[in-house]
């Protein structure tokens, strides 16, 4: 490919113009903060070892190596990251060559010839639906050539075409096929430059450690912390300066990488494998989760890649999706279809655009596709033995009692399909209760017949509506945090309008004035479906029970409530474990948990004795539930945490949120279930 095939859009030299300055202004303060640092350790060193020269003796040593060790705190701080390497895990990859795939690794010249840049040093498979090209950085790899490596992830190529791979390879490639491109290297080595001598700390607080065992030592290690965390803060404010900068470029490189794979494999394959990729990464987490759950039968899948392509299907046909060559095929529209925020906050931290904004930065081009439409996997001569492997890696970790057995296809199929009709409500309701609870009836004396349908009832812009509500719920609440300052955005866009903070809070009572017209209309729309089913009902020669269950989930949703705000409340108040804080503060802290405790232990013990939640509750989580509630429990002793009954706190959290929303979902769906039963009875 030529380089001057793809030009650069005035917005992407725009913004490599503000990351060069953010990196210029990084190099200045950095040089000023060394230089001083330089000065200071000569400083303390010269006066530390005048001092044992005029006056020798105990005292003045002691005070000569206290100053010397001020400086030299300080400069080691500012230097540490030149002996940093961050190297990336490749526990979980798979390396392959070429004698191994040949007709991948042709792909990849192929790709290699066409984007003008320079072949993999390695290539591995990972377990995941991604693809990436990385190399293990440190300093020096802002000056010194590095070759880098391509991950294929197992879960890509199980998921798209062969054109789809290869226009997804040819974007991660096109990121280094030109000179140019590589502002956004030394972006990136210097925001994780600030971020390592911000955050990654280790060396020094072992440093810190071993000199507080020094006595009067320690005070200068003390003054020296102090001096640091000064210049920390100076490092703070470049750090947003210098991200903001690579995170704006980083949205180009994207953009101008997506170009480069559009004019080798058009803008089709492209389009259609971001847009599968979510549905392709869900069907493999929930596979994943699946076999998760259900440790204690130890067995897993032989290839859970298989079970990923069945699972994507079985999503896609639930959808109604098109197929398109045995693949989902997933249109913009379809992704917007359960989305129906309005408003759009412009993310400057963010490192990629979203994939909406990438298509129709793709479409722009209208590029002529080159169609290789055979699966992916099928240019692998060893699929079936890489996906065995990368099996085996991802269930490496997990806690079998012993030796799992490996199970097929054929046995997971039936069992998946009888465990996602367990925790889903019937596909009749076409997703109206997914996120959204029966509103409970105003009127249950119903005295005139019903004239409504059930497919009227769920018909589609019925359906909408929920969507149309959840949205508005959840917009509402980013507005008000922008409001209040909780958010750090000053302006936003809602339905096409661009408005400020200032304006929020006319915006705020606009859109509480549409949620409340729009819950009234659910409200007497739930009104209608308690009255149509209420009416089966009556024409049904049995036991009437449709009250019973709204009143038995009425209850609990009232109650649910309750319970959990205990969870919301503790949850914030277990955070500090998660980092490095004085001994004091740990004091403090924990005196706030032990008062949520109580709350929570309370509301254990009550649920444990409630029949309603008895298929909830395992025999396990009965068990540390009362380990849990039976003391009280010490989480630090001599100085350090106690990680045993740390995790009975964890597990006891854990356990009491998920017992909540499986009781929950477990009553939601008793009701749903029931009226299901009605409309079928009615039909025979």
Same mark, same amino acid.
Not at 518 to 531: C, F, G, M, N
Not at 677 to 682: I, Q, T
């Given at each position: ?54 006056? @020798? ?69 990972? @377990? ?14 802002? /000056? ?50 600030? /971020? ?72 089709? @394959? ?6 599968? *990729? ?17 440790? +204690? ?8 890649? !298989? ?82 492997? *990368? ?27 009888? +465990? ?14 997914? =996120? ?7 009127? %249950? ?11 009227? $009832?769920?018909?589609?812009?019925? =359906? ?22 909780? $958010? ?22 606009? *859109? ?31 036991? @009437? ?48 948990? %032990? ?24 025999? !396990? ?28 706190? /964890? ?34």
């Amino acid at each position: 490919m030529s380089e001057n095939k793809i030009e650069y859009s005035s917005s992407f030299k725009k913004n490599a113009t503000t990351a060069v300055f953010a990196i210029i202004l990084f190099i200045l303060s950095y040089l000023v903060l060394l230089s001083a640092a330089i000065v200071l350790t000569i400083a303390c060193i010269y006066l530390g070892y005048s001092m044992i020269v005029i006056a @020798p003796g105990f005292f003045s040593i002691v005070l000569g190596i206290g100053c010397g060790v001020l400086g030299l705190l300080i400069l080691f701080f500012l230097i540490k990251f030149i002996f940093k390497q961050k190297k990336i895990d490749r526990s979980h990859f798979i390396h392959i060559r070429r004698s191994d795939e040949p007709k991948l690794f042709e792909m990849i010249d192929e790709i290699v010839h066409e984007v003008d840049t320079k072949a993999p040093k390695k290539v591995y498979l990972s @377990p995941d639906v991604n693809a990436a090209v990385f190399y293990d950085s440190s300093f020096w790899s802002m /000056f010194l050539p590095v070759r880098k490596n391509l991950i294929i992830g197992m879960g890509l190529v199980n998921t798209v075409s062969v054109d789809e791979l290869k226009a997804i390879l040819c974007h991660e490639f096109g990121h280094f096929s030109q000179q140019s491109m590589k502002i956004g290297t030394y972006v990136y080595n210097v925001n994780h430059i600030i /971020f390592d001598l911000l955050n990654d700390n280790e060396s020094l607080n072992k440093v810190i450690g071993f000199l507080g065992n020094f006595g009067f030592i320690s005070l200068f290690a003390f003054l020296g912390v102090k001096i640091i965390e000064g210049i920390q803060w100076i490092l703070k404010q470049m750090y947003g300066i210098v991200n903001r900068a690579y995170m704006a470029l980083s949205r180009e490189m994207e953009f101008h990488a997506d170009e480069i794979a559009a004019s080798i494999t058009g803008s089709a @394959p492209l389009s259609s494998s971001l847009l599968r *990729l979510s549905l392709a990464e869900m069907a493999l987490n929930n596979t994943y989760a699946f076999h998760e759950a259900r440790l +204690d039968t130890n067995e897993r899948p032989e290839n859970i890649y !298989e079970e990923q392509s069945y699972v994507m299907t079985y999503f896609g046909k639930q959808n109604n999706l098109e197929f398109r060559h045995g693949l989902p095929f997933v249109t913009l529209e379809e992704t917007k279809k359960f989305n129906k925020s309005k408003l759009i906050i412009k993310d400057q931290w963010a490192s990629h655009p979203s994939y909406e904004e990438r298509i129709a930065h793709i479409a722009q081009f209208n590029q002529p596709q080159n169609t290789q439409p055979s699966p992916a996997a099928s240019i692998l001569q060893q699929a079936a033995k890489w996906q065995k492997q *990368l099996t085996r890696r991802i269930f490496k970790h997990l806690p079998y009692k012993q030796e799992p057995t490996l199970k097929k296809l054929d046995d997971f199929i039936p069992i998946f399909h009888t +465990d996602y009709q367990e925790n889903t409500f019937h596909t009749l309701y076409k997703g109206y209760y997914d =996120v959204h609870n029966p509103i409970f009836p105003l009127n %249950k004396d119903i005295s005139s017949d019903s004239t409504d349908t059930f497919e009227a $009832l769920f018909q589609e812009k019925e =359906v909408e509506k929920i969507y149309v509500l959840s949205g508005l719920i959840d917009d509402l609440e980013i507005i008000k945090s922008i409001s209040k300052k909780e $958010l750090d955005v000053k302006y936003f866009d809602y339905n096409g309008t661009k408005y400020n903070r200032k304006q929020c809070t006319s915006l705020i009572n606009t *859109l509480e004035k549409e949620l409340s017209i729009l819950r009234e209309d659910r409200a007497k729309h739930d009104q209608k479906i308690y009255t149509f089913f209420k009416q089966l009902e009556s024409t049904k020669q049995a036991d @009437p029970k449709i009250d019973r269950f709204y009143d038995t989930f009425l209850d609990f949703d009232t109650r649910y409530k309750a319970y959990h705000q205990v969870y919301i409340e503790i949850i914030p108040a277990m955070d500090f474990f998660q980092f490095q804080l004085s001994w004091e503060q740990i004091l403090d802290y924990l005196e706030k948990l %032990k008062k949520e405790e109580k709350k929570l232990k309370s509301s254990i013990q009550e649920i444990v004795k409630d029949d309603l939640f008895n298929e909830s509750l395992t025999p !396990e989580m009965k068990e540390n539930f009362e380990l849990y509630t039976s003391y009280s429990w010490d989480y630090i002793r001599n100085s350090r945490y106690e990680e045993k009954n740390l995790n009975i706190l /964890f597990k006891a959290v854990n356990d009491y949120s998920l017992v909540l929303n499986k009781t929950y979902f477990s009553l939601k769906k008793q009701l749903l279930s029931y009226q299901v039963e009605l409309l079928e009875h009615s039909t025979k």
